[in-house]
């Protein structure tokens, strides 16, 4: 039986692919364990402790206090994933996922310090540094004595990073590097900063080679950027290398593989920006439940109103489902898999869904909401970061789009992710 045609030539169209293998779909018990928890209850306690009195006066003042960073590096906050070995706190992914949540469901800068302090540049470190290196770098990182940022973007490059034009220029035992990068967090507070610059223009992206750069560093200096639509209780500015002196041991990797290098980081980065987005998406959420119970309209409290109703449900609809295609993206990255279709997923859903939540909640919070008496504008404009750095919501649309087509796959890489070491 079936639908060809007698002599029909035409091959029998396929249904769907093959079904993901068992490899696939192990793990999938959804609870915490205890030490999971615990990352959770600390962060949560140490948000309501030190940020939220402060976050509505460091906001409106555009103003950041590396004091806190501080503090979160004293809680070991800024080394979780990285094994006690190295200075850390030799935690999973799944509890860096849920200190990412908890510190942005705050405010998003303290989840940014995250993503650029832990993600992009430690964990890199931990991945592709040499053991000098990760003693002299990785180690005052993850115990919180140093911050360190990552900065690829350059004014006229920020999607197309391959096309950077930053340079490097091998002088005896170091190198030398000229050009700017523009937009990166941390700028003018961080120690250690991660940055790429091309050995040879001409080659592409195979011409890109990572550095670590000290500040302090001949030719190296900083500024800060005003004016952001949000995280206005972070840093983020501008690097300057002028006849920058690199020494060679700062190399990372080999020449020409810094762009595989920062590939690898942004991995690690989106993973953190997807998981705050999952807590900024409960914040607003939070928000949103407790302003549909107190505020009144029509003689009942606007909680029961269908088309409130909706915009809550689906916000939780997406908190849900985000949440989980984080925690997916988090377990292939607790084994060591490359994870970085799933990791690209989750962040487009994650914040897509975050800048959505955030519109309705200002919604449900009517003119309120318009204001800065509630915190859902700050959400709102908080949010929008996120749908444009670490890959915009476009380039992850093409992204996954790619991978179901066959025009993308992913290769072994000569360093792979460690695996969390401890016990689950
Ligand atoms: C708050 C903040 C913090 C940041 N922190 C850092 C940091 O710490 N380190 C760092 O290196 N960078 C950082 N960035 C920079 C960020 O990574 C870039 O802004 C991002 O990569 C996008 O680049 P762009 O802004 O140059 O946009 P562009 O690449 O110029 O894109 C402009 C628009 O064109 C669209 N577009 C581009 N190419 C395509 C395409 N092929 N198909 C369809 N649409 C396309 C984009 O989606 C976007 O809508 C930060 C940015 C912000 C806002």
């Known amino acids: 039986m079936g639908l060809r045609l007698r002599g029909s030539t035409r091959r029998p169209d396929r249904i769907s692919p093959d079904p993901p293998l068992p490899s696939e779909t192990h793990h999938l018990d959804f609870s915490l364990t205890d030490a999971q928890r615990e990352v959770q209850r600390t962060a949560r306690a140490f948000a309501e402790r030190e940020i939220l009195p402060r976050i509505g006066e460091l906001d409106a003042a555009a103003q950041y206090d590396r004091g806190l960073y501080e503090k979160m590096g004293a809680a070991g906050f800024l080394g979780l994933p990285i094994p006690e070995r190295y200075g850390g706190s030799g935690m999973d992914y799944i509890a860096f996922a849920l200190l990412c949540e908890e510190m942005e469901r705050a405010d998003t800068a303290f989840r940014v310090i995250l993503s650029v302090h832990t993600g992009l540049n430690s964990l890199t470190l931990l991945q592709w540094a040499n053991e000098e290196q990760k003693e002299r770098y990785l180690v005052p990182q993850a115990r919180g004595e140093k911050l360190a940022t990552f900065g690829l973007t350059e004014p006229g490059v920020g999607s197309d990073a391959a096309n950077l034009s930053s340079t490097a220029r091998r002088d005896g035992d170091r190198y030398i590097l000229n050009g700017s990068k523009v937009w990166i967090s941390l700028a003018d507070t961080a120690d250690h900063f991660l940055v790429f610059a091309t050995v040879d223009r001409s080659k592409g992206h195979r011409g890109i080679t990572a550095f670590i ?79 549909a119970h107190e505020r009144k309209t029509f003689g009942d409290e606007i909680g029961r109103h269908q088309l409130v109703k909706e915009m809550l449900a689906r916000m939780h609809a997406g908190l849900e489902a985000g949440r989980l295609l984080v925690f997916k993206a988090g377990t292939r990255k607790n084994a060591g898999e490359r994870s970085t279709r799933e990791t690209s997923l989750a962040k487009w859903f994650c914040t897509d869904h975050a800048v959505g939540s955030a519109l309705d909640a200002i919604q449900i919070h009517g003119a309120y909401g318009y204001s800065n008496e509630y915190p859902v504008e700050r959400y709102l404009r908080n949010s929008k970061g996120s749908v444009i750095y670490e890959g915009t919501s476009q380039i992850h649309t093409l992204l996954q789009a790619d991978y179901l087509l066959g025009y993308r796959r992913d290769h072994p890489l000569r360093k792979p992710q460690p695996p969390f070491e401890g016990e689950m």
């Open 213 to 291: 750069v000290e500040r302090g560093f001949t030719g190296f200096s900083t500024e800060s950027l005003h004016g952001k639509l949000g995280v206005r209780a972070g840093n983020t500015g501008i690097l300057y290398l002028s006849d920058c002196e690199v020494p060679v041991a700062n190399r990372v990797g080999e020449e020409g593989e810094g762009f595989t290098i920062a590939m690898s980081a942004i991995d690690q980065g989106r993973y953190t920006v997807a998981a705050g987005s999952v807590g900024l998406a409960q914040a607003c959420l939070d928000a949103s439940l407790k302003y």
